[in-house]
């Protein structure tokens, strides 16, 4: 936990029950001057749940690394990273509690930093919740990794939010076919689109974690702005509604050179 974390982390002890937005973000502290974009990670969860997570459960230490990673690619850009922090375990049905959530923390971040772009970078549940929030004012870019990709969950026109989705080929949690097919359906609807696909990785994404944390880190700088997005990704994010291209982008196995446009 960083000085800026542990701040935070005061704030909301000190709100009670009435801070409920305090304890659904936890952010570091931001830089001296003028913020110029914020990434908020989502941990994943499970479909149903109604107890509070662990603060460092295993799936909130899963994006550590991913914080770390992304701090570096975007330093010296005055970015800040910050954590959705659950009320429940599960998505439970209906309720939506990530998504309740995560806008909840994404004003709560407005309130703190004024309007800043907002990349949301979110696991399992958290990669369905950050699709399904990315309608908000402040998010303008989306990577969803390993995502829970319900065939029925909407996928809204939002033509300004930049999305890239990262799965396993052989993920056996989430269905990798599922993130296509959405991928797909969101690029119908006039949502930029760049899916990506990660040999022999794993739902956990333990397997070729270099991989995994690299891509999301150049990826992350990318729709912020501080670095140039990979070549192919800023391709596929220009393809048409109807063009199957850049939804299945393969990345290399060991750390080499941004693989070749496909």
Known sequence: MTAGEAGTAGEAGKAGEAGEEHRRLVLDAPPSGPVRGAVLLLPGGRADGHSRPARFGPTVLRMLPFR???????AGHAVVTGIVRYRHRGWNGRHEDPVRDTE????RLAGRLGPVPVVLVGHSMGGRAALRAAGHPAVTGVVALAPWCPPRDPVPALPDVRTVIVHAERDRVTDPAASAALAA??????????RLVLAGGDHAMLRQA????????AVTAGLLGTAPLPPPVAHALTEGPDSPSGLAIALPRRATPWPPRA
């Open 104 to 107: 909840a923390a994404l004003d």
């Open 185 to 194: 359906r969101a690029r119908r609807a006039g949502t930029p689109v760049c």
């Open 210 to 217: 270099g991989t995994w944390h690299r891509t999301t880190a």
């Open 68 to 74: 770390s990673a992304i701090r570096s690619a975007t």
